[in-house]
């Protein structure tokens, strides 16, 4: 469904943040990528839905080349692929359901979307998006008076308006204490398990990776380290991934990244 083939990201001041890079993932998986920061997990998401082109190496989804693809080509590919950030990335003026609305933005026309026209079928979809995640009654709130559970519940509805096959969560429970970070990912495993929307997911913490995870890669300095089941995860490639900072993150759940 989805193939990573020889993934490599060189930025412009030299920094490698992913070398040689090669992964599948099935229809209906729940891959969870992890890593230290700064071990490439970001850029990796980035680069299958194009928000950062590769340097090299390809990325194909359902045999479309996503890094040699352009235009409506481009456009239709991203139509298939939500993704949920770590911050949020809502308009934080806007009300929650103008940022739902948002997620629908590459269906709308051109014209009426610069204005924030939608069609009434839109705005329903949108309501059933914020129901879906237990917010509907936020829907004329402004996002900034949301806490940040809630504004990430609202980042999944925006998600979620693109009807998407896969979706990409960058972080989506690190500025989150414990008990949120559940509810979120809870949210995103029923997504996977009721919906068949395969998710790709980084996060940090070992508890939440056995617990959500049916596959795990692991990340270190750029290069996969690590791909196999939740429970090959052993604290000895743990250790592999995480180096000496093993310990610190198995046990502090609570550090954001």
């Avoid at 020889?6 to 993932?25: M, Q, R, W």
């Avoid at 009426?112 to 059933?128: H, I, N």
């Avoid at 504004?151 to 960058?170: F, K, S, T, W």
């Avoid at 196999?228 to 995480?242: A, D, I, M, N, R």
Wanted: negative net charge.
């Amino acid at each position: 469904m989805l193939r990573v083939q020889n993934l490599t990201k060189v930025f412009p001041d030299g920094t490698v943040a992913l070398h040689d890079v090669s992964f599948d993932v099935q229809e209906g998986e729940f891959l969870v990528i992890i890593g230290l920061s700064g071990s490439g997990k970001s850029t990796l998401l980035r680069c299958i839905n194009r928000l950062i082109d590769p340097t090299s190496g390809t990325v194909h989804w359902k045999d479309q080349n996503i890094t040699a693809a352009r235009g409506a080509e481009l456009r239709s590919i991203r139509r298939q692929i939500g993704m949920i950030f770590q911050h949020f990335n809502l308009i934080k003026r806007s009300s929650v359901t103008t940022n739902v609305l948002s997620g629908r933005l590459g269906y709308a026309h051109p014209f009426w979307s610069l204005f924030g026209r939608f069609t009434p079928e839109d705005r329903q979809r949108a309501m059933a998006a914020l129901e879906r995640v237990g917010i509907p009654d936020k829907a004329d709130n402004r996002a900034d008076q949301l806490s940040g559970g809630q504004q990430q519940r609202v980042g999944i509805a925006r998600a979620l308006m693109q009807e998407p096959e896969l979706l990409l969560a960058d972080e989506p429970v690190a500025s989150l204490d414990p008990v949120l970070s559940h509810s979120i990912l809870r949210y995103l495993e029923l997504l996977n398990q009721q919906d068949g929307i395969t998710v790709l997911c980084s996060l940090h913490f070992l508890d939440l990776v056995h617990r959500y995870a049916t596959r795990v890669v692991g990340l270190k300095d750029g290069v996969l380290v690590f791909d196999g089941l939740p429970s090959e995860l052993t604290p000895q490639k743990f250790k592999e991934v995480y180096g000496e900072e093993a310990e610190m993150v198995s046990v502090a759940p609570h550090d954001d990244v």
